[in-house]
């Protein structure tokens, strides 16, 4: 009987083949002048990677990494020194290390409901009645009579904990509010449940749900950057020194005319 | 209600059974036809070959996830392919009937059944934090050779178990020592076995979300080294899903992963077909 | 290198080979274990495993409520599954003809080659919303429980096929020769047979569905209560981890590895009554 050795020879110059072919293809893009590493926030996280390619663009030569992992991953690995930036879309508070912060955008964080909800606006006090499931049916503030659906993020949460912060105060969100674990989950949810209240980056709104004015303020950019709009959150680039080199520059890209322009495409707030 | 007879029991059982079968495919097809649905009017050249961009409304395309993604794939399968292999010899060739073959065993089977978000915590103590791997395709690699160990080992155990005694006996008969015999052998004829176990793996690769998520980190840039963090498709379907607006992107995505799953299906069908039809054919 | 000395030495390196699988077994627990303890040391086991506030920024670290979560999306889909696995895998081996064979049985494969993001994706998009018809939100253990059935099945039908087809050919023949029908065969005979193989393949399947994570993220609702109904909201033990590892440091990172020990414990507990009842079947049908 004949021993065949035909599959060995066959998968193994298939393997290197591909190995090649992925290194070309890799070798491609290498940051020789050196490379940017940052985590944090998932708010910022689509805002960075749009800044990052414009960059990039502009200056080949570096490479800039950016990664989620939420703004407390953020504040502590630019804390340990595991990266360069930590993106945070929250406010720093005494629990947190003292680190250098760089203002890269403001956001709004828009009370959403489904489109069809007849519900426009609310106070605040109103808001957090129903967050923290003290008002129950959407009759109770002028809409339908149907059971008001919370959804929330996770604890941990930037925006969750800005939202706490800036909104609820003292008052809990009541424990068996729904989470979702990103800005896109929750929007999902609201959009497609009619009787849903939720809260989202403002930048990340679009017809699929609509947005509440609070105290009778509209949810828009003219107001979030007025002042006007009482749920503003900065975002920011934190390094744990004043930075040099090329992570300077590219903070400064950021803040800079060119950066800003890009934070207003995506529907943020510039800062000046 | 009177006792119903036997053969409207079996004729009621028959409904229920086919009923049963029907029920499966229906899942399949939905899960499957829903995906192409929406994911495959986004597919275009393009949309495989540019990076992603980034932004709000996730832009670009999927090129940064389809490399990390074969990159990954190369580097478990290699750093897997010899304790894995090692270990199906030995459970096949050597092993005596004693206390450390059933410890063995057991270490096997059970580590199958650990999931695999408990891995990811694992690899994220040791890889990535304790070793310094940092986030990276290395911790990812790393931990997914954990993962996958107990299914290659029982996929090459059971193709090794498969070669007919008369390879070995015919080797030792013409003077080899026993390890000649497996190497020379044994193992070749088992190879087509033991090709759709590292297949298998691949597909376990590709669709493999929750370790993945705590040790590669969330970049969707180029990696340019085995140190870089990178989302394979299966996470970047995920970050798509969960960060932007982009839900048909997420869907192609989503495509993608399903048609490189049932590429992979057929051509383990294939070569098991293949690896039947010698064994059975051939001495 | 003589191959004498190759072949003394080979023992002894597929030995190494061997023993990985243990190590790393051992080497998880033992790390898992490390991370876990200060949230044993400083929350305390009884808070920590019935207490019912789940609130880490707060200090409430009970993960009664996942337990609990975790336990009734697995029953729930266990109760699903294993009636319509069964069937399937009855058609497979007994009842269907071979050119549907030929094309039922590869469908079944390529569920189980099918991610959990596609899964909980597609759970997302269009079970959550058929439940909201119902009542409730649509995130709920109901959907978990959905969902976790389509991703068990595949286990439960497979093995199940297996083991029923294991079953000697005298048994059915016998049965057949004596008069019964062939579903009596069926059910009086193969599927008792087959039991020890059929219980290790709904255990099996038992074990994938407590450890879902994140599928179960997407489609529970991941509300930290002890859930009333099979609509309402819930978290399960590993969706809980995957919710928040990303976020947490300090004690309440502990507190997830906690619940990843506690996870651990469950399907080691789990298995290992999967591979006594694999054993106990298999002297059993040899004594026959």
């Not at chain 1, 008052?171 to 509010?177: E, F, V």
Request: glycine share 10%; proline share 4%; hydrophobic share 50%.
């Amino acid at each position: 009987m004949k021993i065949r050795r035909g599959w060995k020879w066959f998968i193994l110059p298939m393997v290197a083949a591909l190995l090649v072919a992925t290194f070309l293809l890799v070798g491609c893009s290498s940051g020789s002048l050196g490379t940017i590493t940052e985590n944090g926030s998932t708010t910022v996280q689509p805002l960075a990677e749009k800044l990052a390619g414009a960059f990039k663009a502009k200056n080949p030569d570096v490479n800039v990494v950016i990664q989620g992992g939420g703004s407390a991953v953020g504040i502590k690995s630019v804390n340990d020194g595991t990266v360069d930036i930590g993106a945070a879309s929250r406010e720093l508070t005494a629990a947190d290390p003292t680190l250098v912060k760089h203002l890269l955008a403001r956001d709004g964080i828009a009370i959403i409901v489904h489109p069809s909800n007849p519900v426009t606006g609310l106070t605040k006090e109103q808001i957090i009645g129903i967050f923290a499931g003290n008002i129950s049916n959407w009759s109770q503030v002028g809409g339908q009579n149907k059971s008001i659906d919370v959804v929330a993020r996770e604890e941990g949460s930037g925006t969750r904990t800005a939202f706490q912060d800036l909104v609820m105060g003292k008052a809990l969100i009541k424990s068996d509010a729904i989470l979702q674990n990103s800005n896109g989950f929750l929007k999902t949810a609201v959009s497609s449940d009619s009787q849903a209240i939720g809260f989202i980056s403002m930048g990340l709104v679009d017809s699929s749900v609509k947005a509440l004015a609070i105290n009778g303020v509209a949810a828009t950019e003219e107001n979030a950057k007025n002042g006007t709009y009482p749920v503003v959150r900065p975002l920011y680039f934190l390094t744990k020194t004043q930075p040099t080199g090329i992570v300077k520059d590219f903070i400064d890209f950021c803040t800079g005319p060119d950066g800003q322009k890009i934070v207003a495409e995506e529907g943020y707030i510039t800062v000046e | 209600m009177p006792k119903m007879s036997a053969k409207s029991t079996q004729t009621l059982a028959k409904i229920f059974i086919w009923g049963s079968g029907f029920i499966t495919v229906l899942i399949l097809f939905l899960i499957i036809g829903y995906v192409l649905a929406r994911g495959l009017p986004q597919l275009s050249l393009s949309f495989l070959f540019s990076a992603p961009q980034g932004g709000t409304s996730g832009e670009g395309g999927i090129s940064t996830a389809i490399v990390s993604t074969i990159y990954i794939v190369m580097l478990t399968i290699a750093i897997l392919i010899i304790p894995g292999i090692g270990a199906a010899i030995y459970l096949s060739e050597y092993a005596k009937d004693n206390w450390l073959t059933r410890i063995i065993r057991y270490g096997v089977d059970t580590l199958a059944g650990v999931p695999s978000i408990v891995f990811g915590l694992f690899g994220f103590v040791i890889f990535v934090t304790a070793l310094q791997f940092r986030f990276s395709i290395l911790s990812g690699a790393l931990t997914l050779v954990c993962l996958l160990l107990p299914t290659l080992i029982r996929t090459s155990e059971e193709a090794i178990k498969a070669v007919p005694r008369s390879h070995r006996e015919a080797a030792l008969a013409l003077g080899s020592t026993k390890w000649q015999a497996i190497w020379h052998v044994v193992l070749p004829a088992a190879m087509p076995g033991i090709a759709t176990g590292i297949i298998l793996c691949i597909g376990r690769i590709v669709g493999e979300t929750a370790c993945l998520y705590v040790t590669m980190g969330g970049s969707s840039a180029m990696p340019t080294s085995l140190l870089s963090g990178g989302r394979t498709l299966s996470l970047h379907l995920f970050y798509l899903a969960t960060e932007t607006n982009a839900m048909s992107k997420a869907m192609a995505t989503a495509a993608v992963v399903i048609i490189v799953i049932l590429v992979i299906n057929t051509i383990i069908n294939w070569l098991t077909h293949r690896f039947q039809a010698r064994m059975y054919g051939g001495a | 290198m003589s191959r004498y000395f190759i072949d003394r030495n080979a023992k002894y390196l597929v030995l190494v080979c061997a023993s990985t699988s243990f190590i790393i077994l051992a080497a998880i627990a033992i790390f898992i274990l490390k991370e876990a303890l200060p949230a044993f040391q400083h929350v305390g086991f009884i808070h920590l495993l019935f207490g019912t506030t789940w609130r880490p920024t707060m200090g409430g670290f009970g993960i009664l409520p996942m337990i609990v979560g975790s336990l009734a999306v697995t029953l729930g889909a266990m109760i699903l599954a294993i009636p319509l696995g069964l069937g399937c895998a009855v058609l497979l081996a007994e009842v269907a003809p071979h050119r549907i064979r030929q094309f039922l049985r590869p469908a079944v494969e390529i569920l189980v080659g099918i991610p959990s993001v596609v899964y909980g994706l597609v759970g997302m998009l269009l079970i959550v919303p058929l439940i909201r018809e119902i009542g409730g939100t649509g995130y709920s253990v109901a959907a978990g429980a959905l969902v976790l059935t389509a991703m068990v099945l595949p286990t439960i039908i497979s093995i199940s096929e297996d083991s029923i087809r294991a079953v000697p050919r005298r048994y059915k023949e016998g049965a057949l020769a004596l008069g019964a029908t062939h579903w009596q065969t069926i059910w009086h005979v193969l599927i008792p047979a087959a039991r020890s193989g059929i219980t290790a393949g709904i255990i099996l399947g038992m074990g994938r569905a407590i450890g879902e994570a994140m599928a179960m993220i997407m489609v529970t609702g991941n509300a930290v209560q002890i859930p009333n109904s099979p609509l309402d909201p819930t978290r399960t033990l590993a969706g809980g981890i995957a919710v928040e590892i990303n976020y947490a440091s300090g004690l309440h990172e502990n507190a997830l590895f906690a619940i990843g020990v506690v996870l651990f414990i469950l399907i080691l507990a789990i298995n290992s009554i999967a591979i006594l009842a694999i054993r106990r079947g298999r002297h059993a049908q040899d004594v026959c």
